[in-house]
């Protein structure tokens, strides 16, 4: 066999991988459900990766790890947020695919790599999760060997990190709609109150609502239904 025929039968292998990945990640119930099958198919599947976590991008440029398949995770995350360096933080930053072949001696993070390699990590993956020009975070493969991700292997990846985020896009974008469901005739309260103590049409008293969603971190149904149980406060 040469290596063409070689390179088609490990395309096909892996189309079909993804393929079935794929059908499981839209199968998941939930957003945390789903987190948690991506970073179980990323340990599974990706050749090298011995754990696996998913960091989320956040309001504010806050960054916070979710479904660590190992407490090291957060561990080695954590020196990535509290020092701003690191391979996760520049893939959400700088929109890139970030390899490291042995944090020991790699000079792109000067105080990020030695710490993380103290840690027992050596070799580490990095993918930007996004879907058109909005980031979701990142997905970050880990492994205690140098030299651990090959060429191959993050091109493998790189189509793998495409696909989570399809499903992670889609999760997320279903726990909205149940939550607004769930939550609408809170939120259509709140809008009424601020009708009538503003004198504001129901546009404005919904942006108020967001604007006050923004300010303080919350959602907008926790701002609704704080509205509704002080408005006699206020």
């Known amino acids: 066999m040469n290596h063409s025929e070689h390179g088609t039968e490990a395309d096909t292998g892996l189309a079909e991988v993804l393929g079935r990945i794929a059908r499981t990640l839209q199968a998941e119930p939930d957003v945390d459900t789903t987190l948690r099958a991506i970073v179980k198919a990323a340990v599974d599947h990706i050749d090298g990766a011995e754990q696996a976590g998913i960091s989320l ?3 504010r440029g806050r960054i916070r790890t979710v479904a660590p398949t190992a407490d090291l995770v957060t561990e080695i995350d954590r020196i990535q947020y509290r020092t701003h360096e690191g391979p996760c933080v520049d893939a959400i930053a700088e929109h890139e695919i970030f390899r490291v072949d042995d944090l020991a001696t790699d000079p792109r ?7 993380a390699a ?64 769930e939550h609408r005739d809170t939120i259509g309260m709140a809008k009424g109150i601020l009708m009538q103590h503003h004198d504001v049409d129901p546009v404005r008293a919904f942006r108020i609502l ?25």
Not at 147 to 175: K, P, V, Y
Not at 210 to 234: C, F, G, I, P, Y
């Open 118 to 181: 103290g840690s027992g990590v050596r070799s580490m993956l990095s993918y930007r999760l996004f879907l058109t020009d909005s980031t979701l975070g990142a997905l970050n493969l880990y492994s205690g060997h140098p030299d651990a991700f090959s060429d191959r292997t993050a091109e493998d990846g790189r189509m793998f990190a495409t696909h989570a985020a399809i499903a992670l896009a889609a999760a997320q974008q279903e726990a909205h709609l149940r939550a607004a469901v």
């Open 210 to 234: 967001v604007e006050a969603s923004q300010q303080n971190n919350m959602k907008l149904h926790q701002v609704a239904t704080w509205l509704v149980e002080h408005h006699r406060d206020l």
């Open 109 to 115: 993070w000067p105080q990020f790599a030695p710490a």
């Open 57 to 59: 991008a956040e309001r």
